[in-house]
Every structure is written in C-alpha cells, then in structure tokens.
C-alpha cells in the first residue's frame, strides 16, 4: 500500500507525535519549523512559527487545545493548537531537548541539555499560575549531574515522569517532590526514545546499544528485549494489538558509504510477548529517527533523516493475520 508522504521539511526529522485522537499528525525536525498535518490525508494544516533553531520534541495536551515545543534555540514555547499563536515563551540556558503535558495538561515538563558549563535540568511549570511562566521560575528542577536526560515521558496519572539517561539508565522522578522513586539500567548505551502504551501501563525504550526493551511503568521491571543489528532510534507499542514498531539505523554520518539496502533504514515490527520480527517496511532514504501509531492502530507513521514523514495505512490482512493469530 502507498504511504503518504508529507514533505515540510528541509532537514532530518527529529520527533512525530499523535494528538490523543489521532487526526492530527506534528512533525519536528533540525530546522525552526513545526508542522501540523491532518493524518488521514496527510494535508497540512499549519505551522507554529517562532523557533530560531532546531526543534527536539512536541507534544499536544489531552484535548489538542496546546501544542507544547523544546528548541535548540534554549526555548520551551506553548501555542494555541488551533490559531498557531505563541501562549508563552520559557528561555533555558541549554537546549531543550524533551517536553510533555501531564495527563490534565496543566502541568508541563522538560528537559535540558548538559552544555556549554550548564548542567542538565528537569523543569516543571504548572500553567494555571501564570507567574511562573512570567518570572521564568519553575515550581520545581530536578538536577541530573551524572547523565543528562536524552528523553523522558510523563507516568500514569501524572504522578512521576520516566526519564531515559545518555548511559543507558531510566529514573522515576516524583512530579510532587522530584525525588528518584526508583532507577535501572538494563541499556548499555544512550536511550534515544520512549513510548508508553495506550493505558500508561508500559513503555518502551529505544536505545543505541541495538535494542528496545519493553518496561512495567509503575516498577521499572524489565519485560522483554526486541533485538537489530543496528542503533533503534525509535520504538512505538500498537494501541490495539501485541505489536512493536522500531525505526532506527547506523548513525547519519556512516551512511554515505553505504547502499540504502545495507545501511538497513526499514521500520521493523516485532511480536510483543514473542520478540519475533514479521515484518519489515522499506522506504527512507536514511535513518529512521521517529515513528509513532497511530491511536486507532491502523496506521503508523515514520519520520526520516531524509526530512520525509510516512504514513502508512495497514493492508486489511493484517487485521486478518493478527485475528488468526
């Protein structure tokens, strides 16, 4: 089946994300743009303009009503999801690398880089008090000397956020205290993604040690490992059936040398309790760096180092085939 292909972009995409309905698709790459896009025909909506540098990460509220974004330009800005105007503007002395709502989507979080001198900070802001966003004073920073965070997710409920480190480590982190509720390290290298399922149950890490892990999100237990021979940059879990989606690829400054058959640059998806591979989906010219479900399940879509989104609707066997199965 064709993929749709969205082309906004003119650098490599950084991060794709769903809003909890599913109609629309945000897109944000390496260069100051970010996209909207209606999913089901791939039509652009808007852009939310402002950035001045690379954009890291998205992310929309519970009702679409704000769209939430972290730029290499050390800014975290909120905007109006449906008028594209900037709410409110939070500078950071590093660039923000990682950002989300929490489930009520009052209150927002991110992550900054570890660089020039400055260490790596979680930031919560609570957006009914708008002094905070004023004064650019957060209720609470959590420091993370030892390994910055390179990506981070809220928990069930919005009590605690998951955070995956540059070692390979994942921490809860209390979003009432900030206190470290729990830490593992089951990764040997950089965690470069994480996804939570559909109920906020478990998530899924995608790191550059070759493999993503499915995690209990409440326990930090280690469930299974999906295995490639190559970094996984992305990892998302089907909201409907037992089934992982990983997008990765070796590193963007190996792949001149390589044909795009052997720099291997397909989605892969795997068996949830089996950890089998049945199926693979060609298409990038180059890495995959994002992929995301969509929330029905029928579809999933895939952002590129070429600074292409797909998005991919299942045959109708594959509904069929999970069915048998």
């Not at 749709?4 to 390496?30: C, M, P, W």
């Not at 950002?99 to 919560?124: A, H, L, P, R």
């Not at 790191?207 to 490639?228: E, I, Q, V, W």
């Not at 795009?260 to 180059?286: M, P, S």
Request: one cysteine or more; proline letters at 3%; a negative charge.
């Amino acid at each position: 089946q064709k993929p749709i292909l969205l082309q906004g972009h003119e650098r490599s995409i950084t991060q794709i994300k769903y809003n909890r309905e599913g109609d629309l698709l945000f897109t944000v790459a390496k260069d100051p743009i970010v996209n909207v896009w209606y999913s089901v025909n791939g039509e652009r909506l808007g852009t939310y303009n402002g950035h001045t540098g690379a954009v890291w990460c998205v992310d929309a509220d519970w009702d679409t009503r704000h769209v939430l974004t972290g730029s290499a330009d050390n800014s975290c800005r909120l905007w109006d999801c449906e008028t594209g105007k900037q709410l409110a503007l939070v500078k950071t002395s590093s660039a923000v690398r990682t950002c989300g709502f929490d489930f009520g989507g009052n209150i927002i979080m991110f992550s900054t880089d570890k660089q020039m001198g400055y260490q790596c900070f979680v930031s919560f802001f609570d957006l009914r008090d708008s002094s905070q966003i004023e004064n650019n004073e957060p209720y609470m920073k959590i420091p993370c000397s030892d390994s910055k965070i390179t990506s981070a997710v809220w928990g069930p409920l919005g009590e605690f956020i998951i955070a995956g480190h540059e070692n390979g480590e994942l921490n809860q982190f209390s979003a009432k205290s900030g206190e470290q509720l729990s830490n593992v390290k089951e990764h040997t290298k950089q965690i470069n993604d994480i996804q939570t399922s559909r109920d906020m149950t478990m998530f899924i890490t995608a790191s550059k040690d070759n493999t993503a892990k499915l995690f209990d999100c409440a326990t930090l237990d280690h469930l299974k490992t999906f295995r490639t021979e190559r970094p996984v940059n992305s990892a998302a879990l089907s909201p409907i059936f037992d089934h992982v989606v990983l997008g990765g690829g070796q590193e963007a400054m190996d792949v001149t040398t390589t044909s795009t058959r052997i720099g291997k640059f397909e989605a892969r998806f795997f068996h949830l309790a089996f950890e089998e591979e049945f199926g693979r989906v060609k298409g990038h010219f180059g890495p995959i760096n994002s992929v995301a479900f969509h929330p029905d399940g029928k579809s999933y879509s895939s952002g590129g180092e070429d600074g292409y989104v797909r998005i991919h609707y299942f045959d109708p066997q594959y509904f069929e085939f999970e069915f048998e199965a």
